[in-house]
C-alpha cells in the first residue's frame, strides 16, 4: 500500500501521521472498492511497484515541524510564457480534477484565477498517481511540482490561457469534504440570459450565505471584496490627502441618538445601553473638540425591520464631519470631489476586479461627472413631475421615486451620481440648519448612485439657543438630549457632514442587486449567522 | 450703543440676528456695570463717537448665507515672517484675552498651534472694541483680521515664536460660556515636576472625561489622536502593501465566541444575540475562503469587570490573519516587521506629535530593533528565575512578571518591543496549535510594549478533526462550536494571526498611564458617556 507509506515531502518527521494514514488509506480503499466494482486491475496494480512512490498523496497535517523557506511558490496568476519548460510549486485548490484512463485534467484555482493542469502515466508518473488524483475532493488545497508548458491554442475556461501545467508531484495539504454544500461552478455561473442553451442552475442567496466560506470563493466575489477594500482605502486616502483626521466613535452608548426607535439595547453590567446608530454626535463633538475635518469608518446598527435589498441591521458607515468657514457648500464640494475621486480611482486601480465582477454578472460601467452634478431638491420636483409624477414640493421622496429620478438625471445628465442639495426643512432631523433665504427649505443634501441614496447630510445646527429652539418645535424632550446641546456651548465652529453606507457604494457602483453581495457575513432581522 | 448696531461684515442681510444683537447687548452691560462699579467714564465713552464701528462685535450665527470664497484664512501654525507687515484673516480659538488700560493682550489657538495677538487702542481700534475683546469668553471661537508684525524677541509663551499679530477687527463666531468646568491652561500644565515652584493645579482623569470636549482641545490631545490615526494609517499601509484584503467583520453575533464568558448580550427583535469579543473566527473563515492575507479595523467588545490603567470594554482591534506555506514563522515575521515599520512611520512622520506630548507629559523615546527581538518563552522563564521570581515553566506570566520582564528585556536588549514566541500549550485556547516538536508548547505567540501586552496571536488549528479532539481535551460542548469548526472541512490552508489593541499600542509608544488618554471616548464598567 504506497499511498499509505508516503512521506510528506517536506514536513521533518519521519513517520506519516495515524490520521493522514487513516485518510489515504480510506481514499485507496475507496478506489479500490469503485475499481473492484468495475472489474478493474487493481489488486494487480496495487502488487505493482508504483514508480509514482514519494512524489504523491495526503501531506500530514501542517504543523510548523520545518521553516522550509527555500521552496518557492508561483502564485497561479503569474503562471505565463515567461516561465516555460520550468518546473514550479504551486499551492492552490484543486477546482475541479477527472481521471480518464491514463490520464488526469485537472484546474487549479487561486483567488480569482485558474490554470490547467495534465498528469499522465509515464515514466515518472504512476496510474496509481492519476487515480489519486482523479480521487481528491474538489476544493481540497494542494502542493503540485509541475512542469510549465505552452498550449497549442488557449485555454478558454481558464484564466491563464497560454500555458499549461503537466504535474509532477501532487500532495493534498487540506482536504474538502466530498459533499461540499454548492458547487463553486454552480455559484459563479454568469447570470446573463442571452444563451438560451445555457445552464440555468444558480444557488439561491439563502444557501450561499448559509454556506458563505464556500460562496465567497467565486472569482466574483473574490472581486467584489477586494474592491470593497478599494473603497475604504480610497475614502481614507482621499480625505487624509485633504487635512481630515482619522477618529474612532464609541459603539455602545448611553442614550439612544435619534430618538430611541430603531435601536438595539445591550446589557451593560447591572444597567442598559444601546448600539449607536450612527457617530454623528461623536464627530460633531471632535468638531467642538477642533479636529477640525474628521472621518471614522465603523460599524453601525440599525434596529430596523426592514427586509429589503438594500437594508442591513448592521452595515460600516464611512462618516465625515468637517468645519466650515461661511457657507456648507464648502463641504458639499468636498464631499462630492471625494466621490468623483473614488469613482476614478477605482476605475484606475480596480480594473482587473470590476471585469472579473462582469463576467458574472451584467454590469453597467458607472458613470460619473468631474465636477459632479448638483441639483436642487426644486429642480427634481419639476423633473418627476414633467414625467408625470405627483409629488409635493416639501415631502420626502419615496423609494420608486428616487430611482425614476435617477433614470431620469442619467437621460439628462449622462450621470450615475448626483448631489440633490436643499431639501425641505419639514422632512429633515432638528439639528438640521434651515435655509437663511427660504422657510420651507434646509442646508442639507442626499447623494445618489444609480437612483438609490448613498448620503444623507447637513450643515448641523451649532448654535446651542436656537438648536434647543428647533428641538422644541419638533417636540423632543430637551432633558434628554441636553448634554449634545451643552457640547455647543462650549464654542463651536460652524459645520456640516454626512454618512455614507459602504455596503451601499460597492453595490451601486458594480450594479448588483442586493446588498447582502457586498457585506461579506451580513446582518438582517432574519440572519446573525455565520 | 454701537455694539448692537455692528453689522456681520460678511454674512449678506442687512440687519443682526436678534440673538447675536441681544448677546452683544448683554456684553455692553457687563462692561458698563463693570465701569460703573469702577466709577469710570464709560457713559461719556457710549456717547462717543466709536471709531471702530463694524470692526468688532458678536457675528451673526452662520447659516451660509452667502460663500464668502475670496475671504483666504491664514492657518496659525502658517504665520511666519514671510507673512510680514500683511494683513490676515485668521480664525482660531480664544485661548486668552486681558485688557489693560488701552491695550489688550491675547492669545488665539488653533489645534496644537497659539500666537499672540496685541490689540492697542489708535486711529482706528477704539476703547470700546479693546474692552470688547477683553471680555469675549475664554474658548470662543473668533474671526481676527490683523496685521503680522516680527517680534522683538521670540514669544516663548506661543508655538508661533517671530511673529504677532496686531488686531484690526475681532468678530466672535461662537461663544463660549463663561464659566468653563476646566480650564484648558490646567488640563495642558505639564506634569513634570522638576519645578518644586510650578503650580501643581491638575484636572482629574474624571472631570478630563467628563468634558472631553474641552479636554480634547489641549495640545497633547490634538496630538495624541493625529498620531493615534497615523497607528492606523501605517498598520493599513504596511499591510496592504504586502498584500493583505481589509475585510469587514460582524459585531453582533449568534453564538459568543469564547465561550459565553465576558460577553455582552444584544436583544435582537424578538431573540438576543452578542457583542463580538474579537473578529478571530471571521478572519479565519475570510482565509478558509481564499483571502489568503486579511486584516480589518473595528470595535471590539469584553464584558470585563476590570478596572484597571489598561482595560476598556470597547476598543479598537487591528486584526490580522494569513495563510502560510510551511512555518508561523513566516506570519510571526510578518507581524514583527509590520511593527517595525510602524514604529519607524511614527517616528519619521509624528515627530511634531511626539514633540508636542512630550511637553505634557514625560515620554521617553520608544527603542526598537530591526529585526525586532523574538524570544522563546522558556528564555523569558529564565531572566525571570534570574532575577529572583518564582515562575512555573507552565504558567502563564503575570502582568507584574510581564512588566519586569520588560525592564529586563530592555536592560539586555535595548528594545521596547519584543515577541515572545512558545507559549505552554496549558495556557492557551483550544483552538491553539501545539508544538511539534515539544508535547508542552504551543505555536503561539504575544508581543510586548515596555512591558505591557499589545498582542497575543497563534498558528491556529486548521484541522477539523484534530480541533475536534483539541476542544473535547478542554472540556468544551462540541455542538456549540459546530459550526465552526465545520468551515475548515472545505478545505483551509494552514494559518496564523493576531490581534492587537490599538488604544494600547498608542498609550505604550509615547508611555502614557492611562488606556482613557488614548480613546477618544473611553467605555469602561462605569463610564458609557459622553
Chains 1, 2 share one sequence.
Request: proline fraction near 5%; charged fraction near 25%.
Amino acid at each position: 500500500m504506497v499511498i499509505t507509506e508516503t512521506q510528506p515531502p517536506m514536513e521533518g518527521d519521519a513517520a506519516t501521521s495515524k490520521k493522514a494514514a487513516k485518510k489515504a488509506a480510506k481514499a485507496v480503499e475507496k478506489q479500490q472498492k469503485k475499481a473492484e466494482h468495475k472489474g478493474s486491475t487493481t489488486q494487480n496494480e496495487a502488487a505493482e511497484v508504483d514508480v509514482a512512490e514519494g512524489k504523491y498523496g495526503v501531506l500530514k497535517m501542517i504543523q510548523s515541524s520545518g521553516e522550509h523557506r527555500d521552496r518557492v511558490y508561483v502564485d497561479v496568476k503569474d503562471l505565463g510564457v515567461s516561465l516555460e519548460g520550468k518546473d514550479v510549486w504551486v499551492r492552490a485548490r484543486l477546482q475541479y480534477s477527472r481521471a480518464i484512463g491514463r490520464q488526469c485534467f485537472a484546474v487549479l484555482r487561486q483567488t480569482s484565477s485558474t490554470v490547467q493542469l495534465l498528469i499522465r502515466v509515464n515514466e515518472q508518473v504512476s496510474k496509481q498517481m492519476v487515480k489519486f488524483i482523479g480521487n481528491v475532493a474538489k476544493e481540497s488545497i494542494v502542493d503540485i511540482l509541475a512542469t510549465v508548458v505552452k498550449t497549442s491554442s488557449p485555454v478558454e475556461s481558464c484564466t491563464v490561457k497560454l500555458v499549461e501545467l503537466i504535474g509532477l508531484q501532487v500532495w493534498v495539504v487540506s482536504s474538502a469534504k466530498s459533499k461540499l454544500p454548492l458547487q463553486i461552478e454552480d455559484a459563479a455561473r454568469p447570470e446573463t440570459d442571452d444563451d438560451p442553451e445555457a445552464l440555468k442552475i444558480r444557488v439561491l442567496q439563502e444557501t450561499r450565505l448559509d454556506n458563505r466560506v464556500l460562496d465567497l470563493r467565486t472569482p466574483a466575489n473574490q472581486a467584489i471584496f477586494r474592491l470593497e477594500a478599494g473603497v475604504c482605502k480610497l475614502f481614507r486616502d482621499i480625505l487624509t490627502k485633504k487635512g481630515f483626521v482619522e477618529i474612532h466613535t464609541p459603539k455602545i452608548i448611553s442614550a439612544a441618538s435619534e430618538g430611541g426607535a430603531n435601536v438595539f439595547t445591550v446589557s451593560y453590567f447591572k444597567s442598559s445601553a444601546y448600539l449607536a446608530q450612527s457617530p454623528q454626535l461623536y464627530k460633531q463633538m471632535a468638531i467642538a473638540a477642533d479636529f477640525d475635518k474628521v472621518f471614522t469608518v465603523g460599524a453601525v446598527f440599525r434596529a430596523e425591520d426592514s427586509n429589503t435589498h438594500r437594508h442591513l441591521t448592521e452595515f460600516v458607515g464611512l462618516d465625515l464631519e468637517m468645519s466650515f468657514k461661511y457657507h456648507y457648500h464648502e463641504v458639499l464640494d468636498t464631499i462630492g470631489q471625494t466621490f468623483t475621486d473614488m469613482f476614478r480611482g477605482l476605475q484606475d486601480h480596480y480594473a482587473a476586479e470590476i471585469a472579473t465582477v462582469g463576467q458574472q454578472f451584467k454590469v453597467e460601467p458607472f458613470k460619473f461627472l468631474d465636477p459632479p452634478l448638483r441639483l436642487e431638491f426644486p429642480q427634481a420636483i419639476s423633473m418627476l413631475k414633467e414625467a408625470g409624477v405627483n409629488v409635493g414640493e416639501e415631502d420626502d421622496l419615496s423609494t420608486p421615486d428616487e430611482k425614476l429620478l435617477g433614470r431620469l438625471v442619467r437621460a439628462k445628465y449622462d450621470t450615475d451620481f448626483y448631489m440633490l442639495d436643499k431639501y425641505p426643512l419639514a422632512v429633515r432631523p432638528f439639528y438640521t440648519m434651515p435655509d437663511p433665504n427660504n422657510p420651507k427649505a434646509s442646508n442639507s443634501y442626499d447623494m445618489f448612485m444609480r437612483g438609490e441614496e448613498i448620503l444623507s447630510g447637513a450643515q448641523r445646527i451649532h448654535d446651542p439657543d436656537f438648536l434647543t429652539e428647533r428641538a422644541k418645535h419638533h417636540g423632543i424632550d430637551i432633558s434628554k438630549i441636553a448634554a449634545y446641546i451643552e457640547s455647543f456651548r462650549l464654542g463651536c465652529p460652524p459645520h456640516a457632514g454626512g454618512g455614507i453606507g459602504m455596503e451601499r457604494v460597492v453595490m451601486l457602483y458594480l450594479g448588483l442587486d442586493n446588498i447582502r453581495k457586498t457585506s461579506m457575513f451580513p446582518r438582517d432581522p432574519k440572519r446573525i449567522t455565520p
